[in-house]
Nanobody, 117 residues
Framework: QVQLVESGGGLVQAGKSLRLSCAASGVISSINAMGWYRQAPGKQRDLVAT???????NYADSVKGRFTISRDSAKNTVYLQMNSLNVEDTAVYYC???????????WGQGTQVTVSS
């Protein structure tokens, strides 16, 4: 089993930065990839960024050039550095972890990010 705990959300002004953290515990060796998703009220939960076990990253077009996903293997933690935030980035941000076999997806509880104009 894998448990995920997000932190770092809050209220920030447009144009400023925020850093989210996701601490993983449990059977860490089974994780193939981790990522960040976000969901605004009335909208679908969408991909923000992912990072594979090998370190490859992928970003949604809406955040490319502004957000950076990274990891600290020693701390079993994944980060999302969010720069140049705008109001459209307001959402609940969720951390997830995935493994191929057995096929599983684990989600954190989410952390609210609110960007004010």
């Amino acid at each position: 089993q894998v448990q995920l705990v997000e932190s770092g959300g809050g209220l920030v002004q447009a144009g400023k930065s925020l850093r989210l953290s996701c601490a993983a515990s449990g059977v860490i060796s089974s994780i193939n990839a981790m990522g960040w998703y976000r969901q605004a009220p009335g909208k679908q939960r969408d991909l923000v960024a992912t990072i594979t076990r090998g370190g490859a990253t992928n970003y949604a077009d809406s955040v490319k050039g502004r957000f950076t996903i990274s990891r600290d293997s020693a701390k079993n933690t994944v980060y999302l550095q969010m720069n140049s935030l705008n109001v459209e980035d307001t959402a609940v941000y969720y951390c997830d972890a995935r493994r191929l076999f057995p096929s599983s997806v684990y989600w954190g509880q989410g952390t609210q990010v609110t960007v004010s104009s």
